[in-house]
């Protein structure tokens, strides 16, 4: 198996929990948040999603599917333009409401469909390619693209646990 390959398993695995975390949810469940400066579910949704947006588009030289297709648009957040979360506020993080499930995992949708396009193309070269010098040691495509797992998938963990939370408290 190549690491492509795995890579497309393991992103596939980010977008069944991000299915599993938020399908069959109202908007109440979704923008709730178990405290107030806690994160919701719309929000961890959101921010994985930007944040894999992001950083496969700028690694692959692709614009981001926030704004090519329009999702900036139909969140309608107020947020600036390239904000992927990173840093919020409890204030910035109340800003971002969905009215639907749908609006959540059709945008992570469209992102992981990006994604995955452009991992099939890769060589295992590829791989090796130095993706962000800010860093030291520099960042390579590989670590790149790990590290974006290793963030959803922790943020859809927490999006499972705060749907957890919610049911409990409404049993």
Known sequence: ??????????YGRIREEVHAAVDGLGPDELNARPVEDANSIAWLVWHLTRVQDDHVADAASLEQ????????KRFGLGL?????????????????????????????DAVHEQTLG???????????????ERWDPPVSLGVRLVSVLSDDLQHAGQAAYVRG?????AS
């Not at 198996?1 to 393991?10: F, N, R, S």
């Open 165 to 169: 939370l919610l049911q409990s408290a």
């Open 118 to 132: 452009f991992v099939r193309g890769l060589t295992a070269k590829d791989f090796e390619r130095i993706v962000d």
């Open 1 to 10: 198996m190549h690491a492509k390959d795995i890579l497309i398993d393991a």
């Open 65 to 72: 599917v926030w704004l090519s297709q329009g999702w900036e």
């Open 80 to 108: 600036p333009r390239q904000d992927t979360g990173y840093g919020h506020s409890p204030r910035q993080i109340a800003r971002v409401q969905v009215e639907s499930g749908d609006l959540l995992t059709g945008y992570y």
